[in-house]
């Protein structure tokens, strides 16, 4: 039968294609695809499309008010189709894609658009990242990154202008979020021009197409740039910053003490989960898991000897065999996690992306304020790995035993492996490449951390408390966010909650909090994420039995790319029924 089959398919490939016309929907996507790549050159040229190479993003806000006319205008042109011609997997692009485009146009609603920056990121960070997501392969690769940079000062100029404009109308961070955040606008051009990471594509062995005169002359010019250039435009945002909108900064940490606030919350709540759950809802859902997670971590406190989970999370905190006492020690333990948990990956996933991964250190003008690890997505069509980022400030806050569900998340089997995979399959690019739903995403990364449990990745007691610990950690985001946010917590009493609660040391809940604050709603989609996909999962052993597979299952998540919960939730009852029938 395997014989005849394949002969089947040598005949098929002898024969001419017929070429099928585009169909309405095909035409509305692709439609899209190449508008939205005219948005973002930057990231286009990420993707191997080399049409805006030389160019960056209009950050205006008349460019964002045309842009969300031009949503709203393919938004007309998708609901015009009737869904019940469409198959299945069409009716999913239909519907993905007309999310997309409605929650750019209910965004672009709220003066909240006006705010920039948070503690986690910004234009100046996102600029100075920039090379890390850049093919370098030829001459004109160089020569388009540094017109890129050249044309920084029309960015910062309008950057600030719109920052300008929200202090004027109340549209600011609040005061208790930003200590240190100066350092993250000075620290991007301090020192030696050859050291930033503006230099970074020239620090590099010369290209061999070119030649040792050339290669000279670009690296001088590079270092021209950052000097006459960068420098002076770093300059004048360190003084907008400290000058006009630190002295202007919220004395209220919550969002819905912005106008528009609570509208503008909700819509964020609503987008981050991809559900209808109001905020007070998630608050509840958060306790139950606090209350459940704590019962766990009190077994594991007493199995290990210890009198009480506080006392055995005040052990691990403060006792020095628990940390790395230097930034190239902890480095080579997380890469020494992540090739162990490599080594397993076939055991539990059916099909593994072809993509690889590295491990990078968080630049240290950032690394001081911001998370304990992140993830930064490669390109296959540029040759670009993926990265895993570890924070190397504050040794002593960055413990060993949360290394394995650090690893977990960021790395593999969680947002490596699912975003790699998404980059690989055969679905229209806007999939590919926008769908970053935060409950799916993060879900999934958080599931990872969940699976490391089947994996053995917990050896020890102080490695359980920790996979605990950042359980717990994303339970305590649906009561913090939404206690901040909708419930009018103080940061005291947010940092309270964590402390209390998690085994994070102080420089984390002090970086999480902040990051809460700044960035309203995004912290949400993590647990409402994972708890759907474990939901899903117990469904469907209770369905198939013995028939129930781990690794198809995860293909059943992972293979369909990125997408909202109810969508999912119906993809996996769909794939519960084609399992039976087998």
């Excluded at 294609?17 to 035409?27: E, F, K």
């Excluded at 106008?259 to 987008?271: D, E, L």
């Excluded at 539990?348 to 590295?358: A, D, E, H, I, N």
């Excluded at 690794?551 to 059943?556: E, I, K, N, T």
Aim: neutral net charge.
């Amino acid at each position: 039968m395997r014989a005849f089959l394949y002969g089947l398919c040598l005949v098929a490939l002898a024969l001419p294609a017929v070429a099928q016309a585009p169909s309405a929907l095909d035409t509305i996507i692709s439609d899209h695809w190449q508008w939205w790549l005219s948005k973002h050159p930057v990231s286009a040229t990420s993707l191997g499309v080399h049409s805006y190479d030389d160019k960056l993003q209009d950050l205006s806000l008349t460019a964002a008010d045309q842009e969300a006319a031009d949503a709203r205008a393919l938004l007309a042109r998708l609901n015009a189709l009737p869904s019940a011609a469409l198959s299945t997997a069409d009716r999913t692009n239909k519907g993905v894609l007309a999310r997309l485009l409605s929650e750019q146009i209910e965004g672009n609603r709220f003066g909240e658009r006006m705010m920039l920056f948070s503690t986690y990121a910004g234009w100046h960070q996102s600029f100075a990242d920039m090379a890390g997501s850049l093919p370098f392969k030829n001459r004109l690769d160089f020569e388009n990154y540094l017109t890129r940079l050249r044309l920084y000062p029309r960015l910062n100029g309008e950057a600030i202008a719109i920052s300008r404009r929200a202090v004027k109308q109340g549209y600011v961070q609040p005061c208790e979020a930003l200590g240190g955040f100066e350092n993250t606008i000075t620290g991007a051009v301090a020192g030696d021009p050859r050291q930033t990471r503006f230099f970074e594509p020239f620090a590099h062995p010369r290209p061999a197409r070119i030649s040792e005169g050339d290669w000279a002359d670009l690296q001088g010019r590079a270092e021209h740039i950052i000097t006459d250039i960068l420098v002076p435009e770093y300059k004048r945002f360190y003084i907008f910053y400290t000058t006009e909108y630190k002295p202007k900064c919220a004395r209220a940490i919550g969002v819905s003490a912005l106008p528009q606030g609570p509208a503008y919350y909700a819509f964020q709540v609503r987008a981050h989960t991809t559900t209808t759950l109001s905020p007070d809802q998630i608050h509840q859902i958060g306790l139950s898991e606090v209350t459940r997670i704590k019962a766990r971590m009190d077994q594991v406190a007493k199995a290990a000897g210890y009198a009480s989970r506080e006392a055995m999370i005040a052990e691990m905190r403060s006792n020095p065999k628990y940390f790395a006492h230097s930034p190239e020690a902890l480095v080579a333990a997380a890469a020494a996690t992540a090739k162990h948990i490599d080594g397993m990956m076939p055991t539990y996933f059916k099909t593994l992306p072809r993509l690889s991964y590295g491990i990078r250190t968080i630049p240290a003008e950032t690394a001081e304020t911001t998370t304990t690890a992140y993830y930064g997505p490669g390109s296959p069509a540029s040759g670009l790995a993926g990265n895993f980022y570890v924070n190397t400030s504050k040794l002593n806050q960055r413990p060993l035993w949360e290394l394995p569900a650090l690893t977990a998340h960021e790395a593999v089997p969680g947002h490596h492996h699912q975003i790699a995979l998404q980059q690989e399959l055969a679905l229209p690019e806007f999939r590919k490449n926008l769908t970053g739903f935060t409950a799916f995403v993060e879900g999934w990364g958080l599931y990872a951390e969940f699976l490391g449990e089947e994996m053995g990745l917990y050896d020890t007691p102080e490695k359980m408390m920790g996979r605990l610990s950042y359980e717990m950690w994303r339970a305590c985001r649906l009561v913090v966010d939404t206690g901040i946010h909708a419930q009018g917590w103080s940061k005291a009493r947010a940092v309270a909650f964590m402390r209390d609660n998690t085994a994070l040391t102080d420089a984390n809940i002090e970086a999480e909090v902040n990051r809460y604050i700044s960035w309203p709603g995004q912290a949400l989609g993590y647990k409402i994420g994972e708890l759907k996909i474990r939901e899903l999962r117990a469904r469907a052993e209770a369905a198939l039995g013995d028939k129930f597979d781990l690794p198809s299952f995860h293909d059943a998540i992972l293979m369909q790319g990125a997408v909202p919960l109810d969508v999912l939730d119906q993809q996996i009852d769909d794939w519960i029924k084609i399992v039976k029938s087998e």
